[in-house]
């Protein structure tokens, strides 16, 4: 009957020729893995390409090396270079300068208030960077800055003492904008330190400042270093501080040579040579990558996790506890409370000023009433199809790849993780111009330049390196035998994934789309370079009101950014609590 | 050597206040090989976490080779780098950026006292020859199985011969054949030098095996301290009776004080005095002190009960038995020629049973 039919169809499935036929997971992997190198591998083509011809995009041109030839003979380029090297060191000392102690005050003592700052620093990461670069130049900037204007007033100063036009002012801007992120991986690496390893070395009779020196520092530099190569990386390919900051200041680094070689204000885009400062940037992402991975793989080594549940015993600070405060207030008030405050401020006034009596009698918020009309709802409508879009082709892939990766024997998974964490050494800049590139020169084959969708595809591409991450922890923590059960009660595997493992890893894949849509919706340098006038998101707007300086819509145009990515977040994060599992915080 | 007085610890948990330890006093003397027993959360951990300084209790005194170590009350606190013991945990806390020489070495190298290399060479090769590790010095420490990175862990804390030895369930996370196997090292490792050792566990069988004298903890309490015989042969309570080793258990009612009536009849056992007559007791008898033979021939005022289960060990037979409605446990050794549902007469030797009060 019922029974023997299914038995004799499995038999006859494998006998004769069907034997040699792969097996469905097989083929379905191998079609992911294509689709991937396709999505991944196309744009970074192009910046290949685009470096070995000269000319316009579509053109016909035999290949050349003369675009290498003229960067490296210009003595400009090393001048690039080298700004792009002090930007990206500057940055990433001043990120572990803040980030070290922090991650150290809030995970080993018992300074007051955690969760307050635990929450403060997730707000942190919602202020979108060139935000924040708005804010502090509304600040610092030597002509119209605030903090100049009101210390030349207090001691009657004739230069203004600050000026953040710099490689300084673009370092501390970028430093900090980078505190939260790497705080929140520094703390995960500590956290899986075991905790006895330490007290073995008390009641092996070494002090404290001894343990410090020889047992934490050399089991957590791992860690840190990876860290530290991870910010390195993204320092060199950063787009939005260097071209609000650097840009007005003729301060140039790889990334805004490449964005005014394609996009320049006057002339032509020359291709040819964005794709030869590209080549070299690609170049130095792709040595970062490997030398990441290496790091992460010996911080693996040192990872023991404890069954015990016992936490390392908090120093108690005493006295020190108003400096610690002290310490993550300053943070907090640069990071958050500052550039919030100023934008609110800027955003209620004709023009920018200090406050007086005067400034107090001219508070209007017609700027926020005038935005429907300046902006219109085409930006809107475009940023919601953004976030609702990015995030759910980013988690579909992510999760597609990470089972195939972590749930099947799949002989070439590990390569399709690879190829996954590839975007990551790619430049969000370089994607994007990659992206152009192929969208103007096949646009025959690809008829996407202009739209939104270039956007969603650039977007991402960008994030399926974080997708996976994410999806990959989640999936490894669904125990294989809850598959397997599910196999062997007759499911098949795509029925085992969509009835057994998603609704398991549900809730950990939806707070990567919530956050990955906030990435989407605050991400300016790709929407940016893949800029028409028939694909604008509200980032765009924001930098051509800057473009124009239009203060006022600017400042306002960004609370409104800031107030409703808070609260989009702490709405999914009161559901998710609901539901029960919180995710971490990045 | 080591004196715990009056020792008091609480957390403070999610759903409220745990008292870990409810006033502790214990006394551990030179060379003694003292065991804490009992189930998780009953303190035994914290009680040793204490003397070795990494936690603080509220209330207490704690006394290490005669010098206060630790007194809240006098504010006292001794920093556990300063107390010059040496620790096994759990997890061994080998440190993996080391090779198993540093990490021996690490106390040497490290500590409060500087020796000098050749003393340092000298005393690591000592400390790994006792755990026979001696060849593997220069191996990284990632590189060495479980019951080989227990062995670094053990030859690490005694390298500076320290005066007392502290060990947290340093063999639960070995299999079952090795952990049978370093118990027996253990021992002779410790007895050879002479060290005070305070051993943490949870399995009655390492307890019994190890120990010089046994403490059994419940509930942040000492129930009962004394040598593995007397724990085992004469417990003071239903629960140290319970988790020490096998018990029946037979609901009963004092009549005199040497009488106690139950479904098994009246028992001539010993009543405690605490117990008044018409009080409910529990009778509690080993399972080894049942004797249990078949039904062949036997007088009429034999016991007779029906054989239910019958699980062969080996080198025991565990055979459970119905008598009068109550479940017997019986142990024999070797095997035996009864089988499920046979009849069989069941001897309870009275000076075998204990009696128990009903309040805990």
Known sequence: ?586 | MISIRALRKSFRAQHGRVDALRSIDLEVAEGEFCVLLGPSGCGKTTTLRCVAGLERPDAGEIEIAGRLVNSPERRVYMPTERRELGMVFQSYAIWPHMSVFQNVAFPLTQGRTRYSKSDIAERVEKALKRVQLDSLGERPATDLSGGQQQRVAMARAMVTEPKILLMDEPLSNLDARLREQMRVELRKITKSIGVTTLYVTHDQAEALSLGDRVCVMNAGEILQIGPPHDVYQKPASLFVAQFVGEMNFVDGTARAKDLVDSPLGAIAAAVPDSVKPGAAVTLAIRPEHVQIAAASSGGVADTIGKVTSKNYLGDAALLEVEVNGVMLLAKIAGDTKLCVGQQAIVDLPAQRWQVFGQAR
């Open chain 1, 1 to 586: 009957m019922k029974v023997e039919s299914r038995t004799e169809s499995t038999v006859a499935a494998w006998d004769g020729w069907r034997w040699f036929l792969p097996q469905r997971v097989s083929v379905f992997a191998t079609g992911l893995s294509l689709f991937l190198l396709l999505l991944i591998g196309l744009p970074v083509l192009m910046v290949v390409l685009m470096s070995l011809r000269t000319g316009f995009p579509g053109e016909t041109v035999p290949y050349t090396l003369e675009n290498f030839s003229s960067v490296y003979s210009e003595p400009r380029t090393y001048e690039v270079l080298l700004n792009t090297l002090c930007f990206a060191v500057s940055s990433v000392c001043i990120t572990l300068l803040i980030t070290v102690p922090l991650v150290w005050i809030l995970m080993r003592t018992d300074v007051p208030f955690k969760k307050t700052i635990y929450v403060l620093l997730t707000i942190g990461i919602l202020i979108p960077v060139f935000l924040r670069t708005i804010a502090w130049i509304l600040l610092l900037s030597p002509r119209i800055g605030l903090i100049n204007k009101w210390l030349q007033q207090l001691f009657a100063l004739s230069e203004p003492p600050f000026n953040l036009y710099s490689i300084a002012g673009m370092a501390f801007v970028q430093g900090i904008s980078f505190v939260p992120g790497a705080f929140f991986m520094l703390a995960a690496a500590y956290r899986s330190m075991d905790p006895s390893l330490e007290e073995a070395a008390y009641t092996s009779g070494v002090g404290k400042l001894r343990t410090f020196l020889k047992i934490n520092i050399p089991i957590t530099l791992p860690a840190i270093a990876g860290v530290m190569v991870y910010l390195f990386m993204t320092a060199i390919a950063v787009f939005e501080v260097p071209a609000i900051i650097g840009l007005p200041a003729r301060i140039h680094v790889l990334s805004s040579l490449i964005f005014t070689s394609t996009t320049p204000s006057t002339g032509l885009p020359d291709y040819g040579m964005a794709g030869a400062y590209g080549a070299i940037m690609l170049l130095l992402g792709l040595v970062l990558a490997y030398l990441y991975v290496r790091l992460v793989k010996q911080g693996k080594k040192y990872t023991v996790i404890t069954g015990r549940g016992y936490r390392p015993r908090e120093i108690s600070l005493g006295r020190w506890r108003w400096p610690a405060l002290a310490f993550v207030f300053c943070y907090l008030c640069i990071e958050v409370f500052v550039p919030f405050a100023v934008l609110m401020w800027a955003s209620i006034l004709p023009y920018l000023q200090l406050p007086s009596a005067d400034a107090f009698a001219n508070l209007t918020l017609k700027h926020y009433r005038e935005i429907p009309q300046h902006v219109g709802p085409q930006p809107f409508i475009n940023t919601l199809i953004l976030m609702l879009a990015v995030p759910t082709l980013t988690m579909i892939l992510s999760v597609l790849v990470s089972w195939v990766v972590i749930r099947t024997q799949v002989s070439f998974r590990g390569l399709l993780d690879t190829l996954a964490f590839i975007p990551h050494a790619v430049p969000g800049i370089l994607m994007a111009v990659g992206l152009a590139y192929l969208g103007l020169a096949y646009r025959d084959i690809f008829p996407i330049y202009g739209t939104i969708l270039i956007i969603i595809i650039a977007h991402t591409i960008n994030w399926i390196a974080y997708g996976t991450r994410t999806t990959n922890s989640v999936m490894i923590q669904v125990h294989r035998e809850l598959e397997e059960a599910g196999r062997v009660a007759g499911a098949s595997s795509a029925r085992v994934l969509w009835k057994i493992v998603l609704p398991l890893i549900a809730a950990g894949v939806l707070n990567s789309w919530v956050w990955i849509g906030m990435l989407s919706y605050r991400e300016v340098t790709m929407a940016l370079t893949l800029y028409t006038r028939g694909n604008v998101v509200i980032s765009t707007v924001v930098w051509q009101f800057w473009g124009s300086g239009w203060v006022p819509q600017v400042a306002a145009l960004g609370v409104i950014l800031i107030l409703f990515a808070a609260v989009v977040v702490g709405a999914v994060r009161l559901v998710l609590s609901r539901i029960g599992e919180i995710g971490a915080a990045s």
